[in-house]
Nanobody, 124 residues
Framework: QVQLVESGGGLVQAGGSLRLSCTAS????????MAWFRQAPGKEREPVAS????????VYADSVKGRFTISRDNAKNTVYLQMNSLKPEDTAVYYC?????????????????WGQGTQVTVSS
C-alpha cells in the first residue's frame, strides 16, 4: 500500500521560507518520480515541481522558478520542497504525489498516488 505523508506546512510572512517534507512507502522509493502540487481555495490543483527517481532531473512551474527547490533523499524515502521568498499567492494546500515510472513531469494526470496535503499560508 502506497502512503505519502507530508509535513512542514504552516504560517509564514511574505518573504519568508518553509521546507516541506514528504515521506513515502513502500521502500522502493528510488524507482519513482515524485512531485509537489498545490491547490488554493476555489482553484484547481496545479503543479509546483517534479523530480526524477535519481534526483538528477527536476522540473518547475514558472511561478516558482528561482524561489522553490525540490530535492530528495532516497536513503530516507523523503522528498523535500524548499520554499524561499514566499508570496501571499503561494498560499495553498501542498500535496506530495508519486508517479509510476517515466520521467519528471508537471502533468497532473501522470500521478496516481497522493498524500493528504499540508497547509501553507503566507501573510502579507
Amino acid at each position: 500500500q502506497v502512503q505519502l505523508v507530508e509535513s512542514g506546512g504552516g504560517l509564514v510572512q511574505a518573504g519568508g521560507s518553509l521546507r516541506l517534507s514528504c515521506t513515502a512507502s513502500p521502500r522502493t522509493f528510488t524507482n519513482y518520480v515524485m512531485a509537489w502540487f498545490r491547490q488554493a481555495p476555489g482553484k484547481e490543483r496545479e503543479p509546483v515541481a517534479s523530480i526524477s527517481g535519481s534526483g538528477t532531473m527536476t522540473v518547475y512551474a514558472d511561478s516558482v522558478k528561482g524561489r522553490f527547490t525540490i530535492s530528495r533523499d532516497n536513503a530516507k524515502n523523503t522528498v523535500y520542497l524548499q520554499m524561499n521568498s514566499l508570496k501571499p499567492e503561494d498560499t495553498a494546500v501542498y500535496y506530495c504525489s508519486r508517479r509510476n515510472g517515466g520521467f519528471a513531469t508537471l502533468s497532473i494526470t501522470e500521478y496516481a498516488y497522493w498524500g493528504q496535503g499540508t497547509q501553507v499560508t503566507v501573510s502579507s
